[in-house]
Each structure stands twice: as structure tokens, then as C-alpha cells.
């Protein structure tokens, strides 16, 4: 969706390009754009505005640490010649000598922002200059982001996967997952022993319960209509070797224990069942071809042997419930994204269980192919999220994990956009990013935004340039569901565009230009929210989430929501 060449059937030559870019693109209607300052010609009935030119910091600036920036630049009359009066950047007064030179020094916290540079002339006009600021260290992408993501599990959301779990572990292939682990049973000694490999395992209905207290989950498993097939290989001094084949059956089996997690590496998390107790209704043992010490050998240990295989297969089962539950996405794993090929490695650093939740964190690392041409990725420092474990699910992304991604789509230049359309005054528009899209979770305020920085728009007229702009825009974020009703993923609000004409040989000082900036960002948003929604978010297994909400807190996106 970044690119768009071929040129619909005969239209009017004055058709507006936010109409084209509408019919031809119709999700970037989701994108409210508001153009909120230009340094173009008077609109209705405003004051003529003042001029501005920003000498520094250039255009794109990349600031290895937070700090301050000095911005300078030059304020004069413009057609009325109404004197400037006043200079702001972001609010904060510029220092305004008597020739129209300013500056001011203005505070630049890690992440991304707008330098929105102001002139006001003393009848009311005024023009503002917008460029982009990303402040942080400049890591390569396909760095490993340390506690990328951090997952909060409530009581309520582990009801919600008990309930899943038993049809979960019913349709999964329990012998391939016991295959490393025959024989299944080893008994006796030299003298008479007996080796029990699983060969079939079936059951009828299987109801599980999942309870988060200190140190792990509280387990019961309830299986009815237990029938296991096995396979007997026998021998030793007083019993001839031979094999026989023998089943087991019960009405109905109770599995209990604690089960602790750990994390894993890159197979995500281990399960183990401690301290395990079965209860059997019914317990039989089928060996018709057996008799003697190897008989008694099987029914001596038949209660231990059950609870050994059951508990085996509960451990072998539960691991991927559990990477499901807790978002593990144990890598490497492969997505396509916007038609390319995005590789996921990711692996949990911790993990704690208490009587109110569950809560973990996972370094992730993510490399989308041929991205290496990318200078690397704005890292800013994370401090720890608050994250409450008590109601619903909350699910915390690092904001350098989602950078890291831009950063590779922008050198892949997915979202520099070719357009070719009758426009009126131009035919093409060409808009690049000089520097990747940026996410902010830092804000004071705890807001959300997206940086769209410094993009070069270039409107040209049978291949010779006519205008060019620097388009800056900030995006609200929000949150909805993503593909699944499990999944969730960021969304776009309200664009806060700017749009400042750089070169214009038409002498109409990039009039016609705001519709143009509105589609071309409404067109580039539309492709991130494409790519957004593939975004690797930690998900609950079988837990849909309702009131969603998002927030920034310490350099994470915290997405929060109620269990349904």
C-alpha cells in the first residue's frame, strides 16, 4: 500500500487529490487530519502571516541524548508589513533581536517531538515551522530489546483460560509430545523388569483449572474415560524376555498439584507439576498375555505408573497452553508483514505467580528482511511500568520494540509514497521520509503519539518539480482489536499535520497543497495500521478483552482491558 503507479480510468483534470486519494484508498479515511499551521498564503480572513526561516537544527534532527536544543532562525514582515512582535518554539519565548534573528533553547526529553517554531505580527497573522526531533541512542535494528514486553494476568483472566484449556489439550497430539519420553515406565531390577512405552492415549471429556497462587498455578485436571494402550517389554535372570500388549482403564481420573513455570529460553516456558496427586474411579488393568513377578510388577505399580504418564502428559500439554497464555511467541517465528518476511525471536526473563496474577516479561528481538540498508533505530531508556495484575489482562509494549520495526519499514521505504493522477497544477506527487516514523511512551500527560517527521513531498508537472514541502504530522494513538477477537492493536486518532512549502515555482505559494499533505498522510497512515495490527502483542489464549484502553507509562504502551 506504500507505493501506487498505475493511473485510474479518464477523470477531470481538476479533480482534487484528497477525492483520488479517498476513492483509491478508502482506509485512510480512518485518519482525521487536521492541518493546524502552514507557512502558505493567508486563509478566509486572516492577517496576512509574518515570514520565518529556521537555520537550526536542521531538518530530521537525530540527538544522541536528552538535554536541550537551540533553535535560531530569522522572523520578517510579510506582504503588509506588519513588524513581528513576538517568537515561540513550543510555547517557550524566543529571545528576538531588532534585525528578526531569534533564539531559543528548548528542553528535549528522550523519544520523538515537534519543533513547532511561531512568528506573530503585530495586526494578529502569524506562521509556524515545523521539524522533527528524535532524541536517543542509535542502536542497529535486529537488536535484542531487553523486557520488550510485559503481560499482567488477573485471577479472572486465568478462569477464562481454564475454561479453554480442557478442548485445547483434547485436540492436541499427546503421543508426538510423549515420543522423547518412552519408555514411559522402567520397573523392577536384574532379576525381573518390565519396560511400559505409551502407544495410544484416549479420553472423553477433560475439564481443567488454572489458580494463580505464589510461586506457580494451582492444577486439577478431571479426565473421563481414560483408556491408555501400551506396549510390555519384559525379561531379566528369572523371566524370559518377551512383549506383551496391556491397556489401562478408568472411569474417571483427578490430576492436582502446583504447577511452576519458568522461563525457557527461546522454547518460550517449562512446565512442571509438583508435588502431583491422582485419584482414579475405577482403575483397571488389562494383560491378558502376563502373569507372575511381570504382572505383579504392573499392578503393584500401577496407581505410580498412571500418575507418571498423566503427569507427563498434563506438563507436555500445558507448556503451549501456557506459551499461548503468556504471549511467548517462543521464536524463531516468521510473519508476513506488508509482504515481507518479519523473524521473531523471543524469550522470557521472568516470571512471577501470586494469589492475585500472574505477571511476565519477554526480551523480543524482530529483523525484517532486506532492512539492513537502515542506519538503526532511536533507543530511549524504559523505566518499570505499573502494571496491576488484579483486574483483567494489561499487556505492555516497549516503545523502542515498535520503533525498531519502523525503523526497518522506513529503510525498506514502504511508506514513501509515488502517486501519478491528474492533480491540476502537478501530475505526480512523490512524498519520502527523511527519518523513520517514531512512537513516544514518555509523555507526562500519558498520552500516545506517533511522529511523522520531516517527510519531503515533491509535486511535479510532466517530470519537472513545481512545489516542494516538509510535511510533519503527530498522531494519537488509540487501541482496538486486531485480527482476532484475542488479539489487540494500535490505532490512529487525530493528525496534527503541518505543512511547510520549501521550493514553489508556480508563485502560488503551495495553495492547493493541504488536501495533497491531508491524502498523502492519510495513505501512509492506512499502511501502518496494516502493519501495526501484525505487530507481535502478547495475547491471552481464549480471552476476548472489552473497555479497551491504552496509556504511556515509563517508555511502554500499556494496553489494558476487561476480561469477557
Not at 499551521?37 to 534532527?61: D, F, H, K, N, Y
Not at 536528552?66 to 512582535?85: D, E, F, L, M, Y
Not at 515561540?88 to 528548548?106: E, I, Q, Y
Not at 511508506?415 to 491540476?424: P, Q, S
Request: proline residues 5%; charged residues 15%.
Amino acid at each position: 500500500m506504500g507505493h501506487s503507479s498505475a493511473k485510474p480510468q479518464a477523470r477531470t483534470r481538476g479533480l482534487a487529490f484528497a477525492e483520488w486519494a479517498d476513492m483509491r484508498h478508502p482506509l485512510s479515511r480512518s485518519a482525521v487530519v487536521v492541518l493546524v499551521a502552514t507557512s502558505t498564503a493567508c486563509v478566509g480572513e486572516m492577517p496576512p502571516p509574518p515570514q520565518i526561516t529556521v537555520t537550526s537544527p536542521e531538518r530530521g534532527l537525530v540527538q544522541g541524548h536528552a538535554g536541550q536544543v537551540v533553535v535560531k532562525g530569522v522572523a520578517s514582515p510579510g506582504v503588509s508589513g506588519s513588524p513581528v512582535t513576538s517568537v515561540t518554539v513550543n510555547r517557550v519565548p524566543a529571545m528576538l533581536a531588532a534585525d528578526g534573528s531569534f533564539t531559543a533553547v528548548v528542553d528535549v526529553p528522550p523519544g520523538a517531538m515537534l519543533l513547532e517554531t511561531s512568528a506573530f505580527s503585530a495586526e494578529g497573522g502569524s506562521v509556524t515551522d515545523a521539524r522533527a526531533v528524535q532524541v536517543g541512542e542509535l542502536r542497529p535494528v535486529g537488536t535484542t530489546i531487553e523486557r520488550a514486553a510485559t503481560a499482567a494476568l488477573s485471577t479472572d483472566a486465568f478462569a477464562r483460560l481454564s475454561a479453554v484449556a480442557g478442548p485445547k489439550v483434547k485436540s492436541m497430539d499427546l503421543m508426538a509430545k510423549l515420543a522423547p519420553l518412552q519408555p514411559m515406565a522402567n520397573l523392577g531390577d536384574d532379576l525381573a523388569n518390565v519396560k511400559v512405552s505409551i502407544t495410544k492415549l484416549t479420553f472423553g471429556d477433560v475439564k481443567i483449572s488454572l489458580a494463580p497462587v505464589d510461586g506457580g498455578l494451582e492444577f486439577s485436571a478431571t479426565i473421563d474415560a481414560l483408556n491408555v494402550a501400551a506396549n510390555a517389554a519384559y525379561g531379566g535372570a528369572l523371566v524370559p524376555d518377551g512383549t506383551s500388549s496391556v491397556g489401562v482403564t478408568a472411569d474417571r481420573v483427578t490430576l492436582a498439584g502446583t504447577l511452576v513455570v519458568t522461563p525457557a529460553g527461546t522454547d518460550g516456558f517449562s512446565t512442571a507439576i509438583a508435588s502431583p496427586t491422582v485419584r482414579a474411579t475405577s482403575l483397571r488393568l488389562q494383560a491378558s498375555g502376563l502373569a507372575g513377578k511381570i504382572l505383579d510388577l504392573l499392578q503393584d505399580n500401577l496407581e505410580s505408573t498412571v500418575q507418571r504418564v498423566l503427569t507427563s502428559s498434563a506438563e507436555k500439554a500445558l507448556q503451549p497452553l501456557i506459551n499461548s497464555a503468556f504471549g511467548a511467541l517462543a521464536g524463531p517465528k516468521r510473519i508476513d508483514v506488508l509482504g515481507k518476511t518479519l523473524e521473531l525471536q523471543a524469550s522470557p526473563s521472568a516470571v512471577q505467580f501470586t494469589r492475585t496474577g500472574a505477571l511476565v516479561t519477554m526480551n523480543l528481538g524482530v529483523k525484517i528482511a532486506g532492512s539492513e540498508s537502515s542506519p538503526g533505530f532511536v533507543f530511549t531508556p524504559n523505566g518499570t511500568p505499573s502494571i496491576d495484575m488484579n483486574t483483567g489482562v494489561q499487556v505492555g509494549l516497549a516503545d523502542d520494540l515498535i520503533n525498531e520495526l519502523l525503523a526497518e519499514v522506513h529503510a525498506l521505504g514502504l511508506l514513501d509514497l509515488h502517486l501519478e493522477e491528474d492533480f491540476g497544477l502537478f501530475d505526480t506527487a512523490d512524498i519520502k521520509l527523511t527519518v523513520p516514523p517514531m512512537v513516544s511512551a514518555n509523555n507526562s500527560d500519558g498520552t500516545m503519539r506517533l511522529v511523522l517527521g520531516d517527510m519531503i513531498a515533491t509535486f511535479s508537472e510532466e517530470g519537472k518539480t513545481v512545489i516542494s514541502a516538509a510535511l510533519n504530522a503527530q498522531v494519537d494513538l488509540a487501541l482496538l482489536r486486531g485480527n482476532t477477537p484475542e488479539q489487540i492493536a494500535l490505532k490512529f486518532g487525530k493528525v496534527h499535520a503541518f505543512v511547510n512549502v520549501l521550493d514553489d515555482e508556480t508563485g502560488m505559494l503551495g495553495s492547493d497543497l493541504s488536501g495533497a499533505a491531508a491524502a498523502g498522510i492519510g495513505i501512509q497512515l492506512d499502511s501502518l495500521s496494516q502493519f501495526l495490527v501484525t505487530v507481535p502483542v502478547p495475547s491471552v489464549a481464549g480471552v476476548t478483552l472489552d473497555n479497551l484502553s491504552l496509556r504511556a507509562d515509563s517508555g511502554y504502551v500499556i494496553a489494558s482491558g476487561s476480561v469477557h
